[in-house]
């Protein structure tokens, strides 16, 4: 459970709460306040000089203490992160300012209380506090500095409705916040409002909305003199865009961040800068750019907070790469800057952080390590200073990471205890992000003193709250998403494999199949979140609603356990779900995948090819024959697990035929995310659009031409071909007509990466998040969806073994009930023929499924001796709405 936390700073400092803040500045203080905290919406004296001054004056005469010095100390207390601190001076303050009926400076010290309140995880005083601001602001007449208050507090209530999952009402709030910017001239806090409000749109999954408000924000401070209000709104764009997806991007702005704080010789913010590049360089791979960024960082003179911050991305980074020598000489000055940190929250995440890399290296390499003692004496000082601050948050988390800690030395007992205490303390502040760590660490804890029942009670309640953090996970964990492969997927894993572990000799009971497979669908909408970056997909129907649908499918879920390949089977007609397993190491599977993979678009590999695809349909198919036989099925639909989707299953092969011969086939990455109906034969209209020459990079595909007009003659058809096809001319067509199929005959590829993921138009790579803008503008504008989206010259990424999801993305994500594409490029001369064979079959028999029209496409190439190796008809998968 060790957790990457790349982004140890943004995440741990806030783990939380999806606004990424600019930082205002003290005129009457004359301080800089640079780091990037949520201090930008702690409102301060100095935005109301003329008030201020009156406070001051008014505090002389009627004996009151100055008030102008415990607004600064709040605001410090607050900055570095003693949030209980902060709340008792704001406490006073609010008091004094209600003794003296100044009713302005008491909404603004209410408003910092919610901020404070909020992040202590104390969300009814929180909101008890924003409400009594607004109540007294309402009741005061219209001024400059009243509006600028307002604003702001809107903004903290804006916050505050997003934490709670109130997002529509955030985005009013924020609204209201940014007419009043507008209004009153605050460029700078009507920027930081946007990006706010894109992000909570990101939430909602209006994208095309989010991504319009992102573009002008950028335009916007592009247009700005340097400043360094400027460098920081440009980092803070940055590392929103970085969140979204949109990397390449990211870099560059951030990049541009750089250049300014380098102009202005601000060493705090170039620091700065380079941290949130290395953040995105590592998200894309590229680790030598990772190590300059940090290597540029080091060589500058920053504040303790900033020094600590940069080593322990580094140390993690380190770690990351496997060059664990390099981190044990680090690991020293990570030991010296944090004796220096002052009591805060920073300090305690900065030791809790420090410790579970430090195990982790143990785990590994002892040499030079400190011991399991020195780790948990860190832990315990985190979690004493955690209590002295009176962070709950910190408390908890610094207590179940220690009860972690024990858990990998054996001390189960000892980590029983801490962990109840870790979750008692999360859910007395409803902190669920950190409260599933700790219910699925009992349930591990339980799991191996043997108590299965309460073992499964424990990870089924760490999957529920996860579900019902789906939109936080994806937007507070902005690096390598909440490390998803650590920290999510193996909880749904591990569920299923207690769930379907049978005691003895003993059936498993019906409830834990039914449960499994929930889990395994549960766990392809997670995997697609954390693809895409967003909590982006909704559940349409019910599971059994769509597998009693089509009463000659059967249903297949593998799914691979480390130590055996599980399939539940659902059978069309039959309430009770079957199951078996192969009892084969996870090493073993995915070994005999790759071989399989790396040798099926081979021109000369064909025995290996059916020897290795004999294995997969043993494990898949073979014990389910007699059942599939006796249920007179003609579909089998696949959710697949894990590098299983890579191989097309329609090349599974018995010893005597492939499996296309027997069953037309389908894939799904999930049966609740597609609604299957029929696709509508009458009258059916086709957008086709294709390139011929090399375009980009990308070869040349003489035979698309052909592809096109055999589709035209088939379906009525609106061609794009080469110049015409550009991305705008796409987005126009899609918006303007009814077309329910789009049918894209380009170079594109899959990648498990959705910035990576893309098809190839005449201007540019259309990536997969505008893909899907264009087809939901299209939706948002009309009700009819898109039926099929036709890909037919595409490819998964080369060297990465997940990148089939890329495929379930494009396909989810476009909006399509429906998308054929290829796994790997083909000659387009047999693709042609393909695509010709596949719209006749449709065209022809009005009942006939897509699926059905897909597999008598791919036999007729089987059948011709020219194309009947599996490279030339096997990558082609229907993904989606079967009928």
Not at 146 to 163: N, S
Not at 388 to 399: F, I, P, T, V
Request: charged fraction near 20%; glycine fraction near 4%; aromatic fraction near 8%.
């Amino acid at each position: 459970m060790v957790c990457k936390i790349v982004g140890f700073w943004r995440r741990v400092q806030r783990k939380l709460r999806y606004l990424q803040a600019f930082v205002l500045w003290s005129e009457t203080v004359q301080r800089r306040v640079s780091t990037i905290m949520l201090v930008g919406l702690f409102l301060v004296t100095a935005i109301l000089p003329s008030t201020a001054q009156m406070v001051a004056e008014n505090s002389h005469r009627k004996g009151l203490p100055n008030t102008e010095n415990v607004v600064e100390q709040g605001f410090a207390l607050y900055s570095a992160q003693r949030f209980g601190d902060a709340v008792k001076i704001l406490q006073q303050e609010n008091a004094t300012y209600a003794a003296s009926g100044d009713k302005l400076r008491q909404a603004m010290t209410l408003s910092n209380m919610s901020l404070a309140y909020q992040e202590l995880g104390l969300w009814t005083e929180a909101q008890a506090a924003i409400a009594q601001s607004l109540l007294l602001l309402q009741n005061l007449n219209n001024s400059q500095e009243r509006a600028a208050i307002l604003a702001q507090t809107l903004d903290i209530q804006g916050r505050w409705q997003l934490a709670r999952g109130q997002t529509e009402d955030a985005i009013n709030s924020w609204q209201q916040a940014a007419d009043i910017y507008t209004q009153i001239g605050e460029k700078d806090k009507f920027t930081r409002n946007r990006i706010n409000s894109a992000q909570a749109k990101q939430v909602l999954g209006l994208y095309p909305q989010a991504r319009k408000i992102l573009t002008e924000v950028q335009q916007s401070l592009t247009t700005q003199q340097d400043s360094l209000l400027k460098a920081t709104g440009l980092r803070s764009l940055g590392d929103v865009l970085r969140v979204v997806g949109n990397l390449d991007e990211s870099r560059r702005v951030l990049k541009h961040s750089l250049e300014v704080a380098s102009s202005l010789q601000a060493n705090q913010e170039i620091t700065e800068a380079l941290l949130s590049l290395a953040n995105t360089a590592r998200v894309q791979g590229d680790t030598q750019a990772t190590l300059d960024f940090y290597k540029q960082a080091a060589a500058l003179s920053v504040p303790p907070s900033t020094r600590i911050q940069l080593l322990l991305n580094q140390f993690s980074f380190l770690l990351e790469t496997k060059q664990s020598s390099a981190a044990v000489a680090l690991s020293p000055q990570i030991q010296s800057e944090i004796s220096k940190l002052p009591p805060s929250r920073m300090a305690v995440y900065a030791r809790i952080n420090f410790a579970q890399n430090l195990a982790k290296l143990k785990q590994n390499d002892t040499a030079g390590i400190p011991s399991w003692l020195d780790i948990a004496q860190l832990l315990a000082k985190a979690g004493e200073l955690a209590q002295s601050l009176q962070d709950k948050r910190a408390e908890s988390y610094a207590k179940g990471t220690l009860g972690w800690l024990y858990e990998q030395t054996g001390q189960f007992a000892d980590a029983k205890n801490l962990t109840e205490k870790a979750l008692f303390i999360a859910q007395s502040i409803e902190a669920s992000d950190i409260g599933y760590q700790w219910e699925w660490q009992l349930g591990r804890l339980l799991k191996t003193k043997g108590d299965t029942k309460q073992a499964i009670s424990y990870y089924s309640q760490a999957i529920k709250t996860l579900q019902s953090l789906r939109s936080d996970l994806v937007v507070i964990n902005p690096e390598i998403q909440f490390s998803f492969r650590e920290n999510v997927e193996p909880v749904y894993r591990e569920l299923v494999e207690l769930l379907l572990q049978a005691e003895g000799n003993s059936e498993l009971p019906p409830d834990n199949l039914k449960q499994a497979r929930f889990v395994i669908e549960s766990l392809q909408l997670a995997e697609l979140d954390n693809f895409f970056r967003q909590a982006c997909l909704t559940a349409k129907v019910e599971i059994d609603q769509v597998a009693e649908q089509d009463q000659t499918a059967a249903v297949i879920y593998p799914i691979i356990l480390p130590d055996r390949l599980e399939v539940i089977l659902k059978l069309p007609g039959q309430k009770n779900l079957k199951h078996y397993a192969t009892n084969i190491v996870k090493q073993e599977v995915e070994s005999t995948l790759s071989q399989l993979r790396e040798n099926i678009a081979q021109p000369h590999t064909l025995r290996m090819v059916q020897s290795l695809s004999g294995r997969v349909y043993d494990w898949l198919i073979r014990q389910s024959e007699a059942d599939l036989a006796k249920s007179q099925v003609k579909t089998l639909v696949f959710v697949l697990d894990g590098a299983l989707r890579n191989i097309p299953m329609a090349s599974l092969y018995d010893g005597k035929q492939y499996l296309v011969s027997k069953y037309a086939i389908a894939l799904s990455p999930g049966l609740q995310l597609f609604d299957p109906k029929p696709l509508p034969r009458k009258q059916l209209q086709a957008l086709t659009a294709g390139l011929t020459e090399a375009r980009l990079g990308f070869s040349a595909l003489p035979n698309v031409e052909r592809e096109l007009k055999e589709i035209q003659s088939q379906v009525g058809t609106k061609v794009l071909l080469n110049q015409q096809f550009t991305s705008q001319a796409l987005e126009k067509q899609m918006k303007s007509l009814p077309f329910k199929v789009v049918h894209l005959a380009t170079h594109g590829q899959f990648s498990s990466n959705a910035d990576k993921t893309f098809i190839v138009a005449w201007d540019k790579q259309i990536k997969v998040n505008e893909l899907s803008d264009f087809l939901r503008i299209r939706e948002e504008n009309r009700s009819e969806a898109v039926e099929l989206l036709v890909l037919s010259a595409c490819q998964t990424a080369n060297g990465d073994n997940r990148a089939a999801l890329g495929l379930a993305g494009v396909a989810v994500r476009a909006g399509a009930r429906s998308t054929l594409a290829s796994l790997w490029n083909v000659d387009d001369e047999s693709t042609a023929m393909l695509m010709s064979q596949f719209y006749q079959e449709l065209a022809k028999t009005p009942r006939l499924t897509k699926a059905e029209a897909l597999r008598q496409a791919q036999l007729a190439l089987l059948q011709n001796p020219s194309y009947k190796r599996p490279s030339f008809w096997a990558p082609y998968v229907l993904v989606g709405n079967w009928l």
